[in-house]
């Protein structure tokens, strides 16, 4: 019972970002896969999760600065929810955004209505 986006993903060592709902954990979390085991970035508690509703995922990553971290701005909305978090990660494991991006549902029938992709420069 799970779906999400997955960025910059590459193929070399099997790493990625991830943005998903999981309503098995009632949550909303970003995490980053390392080729052997998640770490959950930045994670928001979401009980009211509902199975067969929609819901609007958005992801933002745009660097600092400093050019040493990216910004990385989530949010999970609904007719009845609206939870925004943030996390900072580093260039050096984001490294381009030349990368794949696509879905994510790990054992679950999940449905995606709509996908777009935009260039930013600033949050």
Do not use: C
Request: charged content about 15%; overall charge negative; hydrophobic content about 40%.
């Amino acid at each position: 019972h799970n779906g999400g986006i997955i960025l910059n993903y590459k193929s070399a060592g099997g790493t990625f970002y991830l943005l998903e709902i999981d309503w098995d954990d009632g949550e909303f979390r970003f995490s980053y896969y390392n080729g052997f085991t998640f770490n959950v970035l930045a994670s928001h508690p979401v009980p009211a999760l509902s199975l067969n509703a929609w819901y609007h995922l958005e992801l933002s990553v745009v660097p600092t600065p400093s050019l040493t971290y990216l910004d990385v701005v989530a949010k999970l909305e609904s007719s009845s929810l609206n939870i925004t978090m943030t996390a900072l990660v580093s260039s050096n494991s984001y490294g381009t955004d030349s990368e794949l991006s696509g879905f994510h549902a790990n054992r679950a029938a999940a449905q995606f209505s709509y996908w777009r992709i935009e260039e930013k420069t600033s949050l």
